[in-house]
């Protein structure tokens, strides 16, 4: 009867600790991302970006997506390899997260237990084989000089008066009297649509005015075609936004683009002067 009590004993102990285990390895351990940055090289401009949430892989399976700041629970133990891409609004829209697939993930194998929290900031940089066809952060006199609209006046110029970044910024001001803007880049791209090409543009902006970027270019010697894709609307402060525009090269298949912006005054009052402030455009792609 003893030996019998002693080993239900020690099966209900088994058991407790069983149990025990199993609710320890349901307790998470936690990562935190507090901020992120981007480091960029020459030819590369500059370091502004919009990084909003953190995509996460652990090991070769993907744990989901978070904001950057966020605590993040992860139920793995010991030392797991983790991969974490950034993302991004695309089309300055909130209804598009996705990886930004310009920058480079950050790798590291990270030693995890149970309620322990890894705190770490992250700076990514673009990918090795990121190739910049324009970059234009208006320190030296810009490339966005062919103007296609009536208005001598209504061109882009440097400015120290508002800037993002660096010591220039482009300005574009519009009036009743001169209310249209419309200028393409003197830089022509051939090489947009290569198959499978995934073309990306990014800038910095503030603006009175809702204002539109797509491209000129033609095919087979035709004239040529002026086709605005993405739509920016105004803001009172420095706005970073990103445009996926491979749908749109693939779906023109030109021969060559330009980069083209173009907006109106819309003011009610006759007397405003609306201003358009841009910095840090670039136009990118991965090269094979």
Not at 98 to 108: F, G, L, V
Not at 161 to 186: H, Q, Y
Not at 188 to 207: A, G, M, Q, T
Request: hydrophobic share 40%.
């Amino acid at each position: 009867m003893k030996n019998k009590a002693t080993v239900f004993f020690l099966l209900i102990v088994l058991m407790g600790s069983m149990a025990c285990d199993k609710e320890a390895g349901d307790i998470p351990a936690y990562m935190q991302v507090p901020a992120v940055s981007l480091s960029t090289e020459l030819g590369q401009g500059s370091t502004s970006h919009r990084i909003t949430d953190l995509w996460i892989n652990l090991g070769d399976e993907f744990h989901g997506a978070y904001a950057v700041g966020s605590d993040i629970p992860v139920l793995e133990n010991g030392r797991t390899p983790v991969s974490i891409f950034p993302g991004v609004k695309m089309n300055g829209s909130i209804g598009f997260p996705t990886i930004y697939n310009m920058y480079a993930p950050y790798r590291d194998t990270i030693d995890f237990s149970p309620m322990d929290k890894k705190i770490f900031d992250i700076e990514f940089k673009y990918k090795e084989n990121a190739f910049f066809a324009l970059q234009e952060d208006f320190e030296q006199p810009h490339r966005l000089n062919v103007d296609l609209d009536e208005f001598d006046t209504t061109r882009i110029v440097r400015t120290r008066d508002d800037v993002k970044w660096g010591a220039f910024a482009g300005e574009i001001t519009l009036t009743k009297e001169f209310p249209r803007f419309k200028v393409a880049s003197d830089l022509i791209f051939n090489e947009l649509n290569v198959p499978n090409r995934r073309v990306f543009l990014e800038l910095d902006y503030k603006s009175d005015e809702t204002f539109f970027i797509g491209f000129r270019g033609n095919r087979n010697g035709l004239s040529p075609d002026n086709l605005l894709d993405a739509v920016i609307t105004p803001k009172d402060d420095w706005n970073k936004i990103y445009f996926d525009f491979s749908n749109f090269v693939n779906g023109t298949n030109w021969d060559y683009y330009q980069l083209l912006i173009e907006g109106s005054w819309t003011q009610e009052d006759t007397n405003a002067v609306s201003k358009i402030y841009l910095d840090n455009i670039k136009l990118t792609y991965l090269l094979p």
